[in-house]
């Protein structure tokens, strides 16, 4: 089963914060299970990986004017043939 994460910036957390607290987050679940997690171990190298490869300033300006203008940015984060993969999608906010 592919890991697939989905990051929501939003005005007061880019997506460099989001990602971070989410792989903090994952962390900590990891460890309070205290046995193995196949899930929880792909979500937390995945976005290590993220965190450690990404633009995130680009990413930041890609989303910023969208966020701004009240719309609701979601970055799609996954792996495919060991290759990190990461779309942007917008939607209105309703």
């Known amino acids: 089963m592919a890991t697939r994460i989905v990051l929501a910036p939003t005005v007061s957390h880019c997506i460099e914060t989001v990602a971070k607290r989410e792989y903090w987050e994952n962390v900590n679940n990891y460890l309070k299970k205290r ?36 719309k609701q940015v979601q970055f799609i984060v996954s792996m495919k043939n060991k290759k990190l993969l990461y779309e942007m999608t917008v939607e209105n906010s309703q």
């Open 35 to 70: 046995k193995e997690d196949k899930m929880l171990e792909g979500k937390i190298e995945l976005l290590r990986y993220f965190l450690e490869t990404a633009d995130f300033a680009n990413l930041r300006r890609q989303s910023e004017e969208h966020i701004l203008n009240g």
